[in-house]
């Protein structure tokens, strides 16, 4: 079945860095590719997605982009601000909004 | 998008009882998963709950364990049997809307 694996486990930046978590996948039939952000005591929440037909998305400070050849993709989190301190984790599914496979998830620490 | 509710939000449960969690999306849905995310772990998929069919488990866990109903196209529940501390979890629900998944807040048990 798939496998992700995420890196690192732990990120630390200065507030206004930028960061950068990345994932590689085993299965080349995944298709979809969500990052959840998940705040202590909350349920993941979904901050951005992308899918195999493209390479790169951005919404305002995040970006992710995907490398199906060799089956890797990662999140950019540009301007980093305290809020952004939460656990984020990358899945992929082999159907556009099924079944998820999760990554180890990134506990993100921005310092200000 | 959407909003998932769950109830409950935490308990403290005695071992060998069993738990119903209760999964409520505001909107009409096919697809709902139920997710298992042991205490600084990832997420774990338990099981697949269609409404009109059986749920489908995933590798690991099984019906008599941990029963779902989905009698409706908004409402599912999780029923955690015969409880022992290693089921000390948050659980989590989630639902597809469009392609995309969403999740509830989860619900946080401590077996004792």
């Known amino acids: 079945g798939e496998n992700v694996e995420q890196h690192p486990s732990t990120l630390s930046v200065q507030e206004g860095d930028s960061a950068v978590i990345k994932c590689t996948y085993s299965?080349?039939?995944?298709?979809?590719f969500p990052w959840y952000k998940q705040e202590l005591g909350k349920g993941p929440q979904l901050i951005i997605d992308?899918?195999?037909?493209?390479g790169e998305k951005k919404d305002q400070r995040i970006a992710v982009t995907l490398n199906k050849t060799a089956k890797h993709f990662s999140l950019h989190i540009t301007e980093t601000q305290p809020e952004d301190s939460a656990v984020y984790f990358c899945?992929?599914?082999?159907?556009?909004?099924?079944?998820?496979?999760f990554g180890a998830g990134t506990i993100l620490r921005v310092k200000s | 998008s959407a909003v998932i509710s769950q109830k409950p939000s935490r308990d403290i449960c005695q071992r060998g009882t069993s738990l119903t969690i209760q999964c409520q999306v505001d909107?009409?849905?096919?697809?709902m998963f139920w997710y298992r995310q042991q205490p600084g772990q990832s997420l774990t998929l338990i099981a697949t709950?269609?409404?009109?069919?059986?749920?489908?488990?995933e590798s690991g866990f099984v019906i008599d364990k941990f029963p779902i109903s989905r009698p409706n196209l908004t409402f599912s529940t999780l029923t955690v049997s015969n409880m022992s501390p290693e089921d000390s979890s948050i659980y989590l629900c989630?639902?597809?809307?469009?392609?995309?998944?969403?999740f509830g807040e989860g619900s946080w048990l401590t077996v004792v």
């Open positions: 299965d080349s039939a995944s298709n979809y």
């Open positions: 899945a992929a599914s082999k159907e556009y909004g099924n079944k998820l496979v």
């Open positions: 992308i899918r195999s037909n493209v």
């Open positions: 909107s009409q849905v096919t697809m």
């Open positions: 709950a269609n409404q009109g069919s059986e749920a489908t488990y």
């Open positions: 989630s639902a597809r809307v469009g392609n995309t998944i969403y």
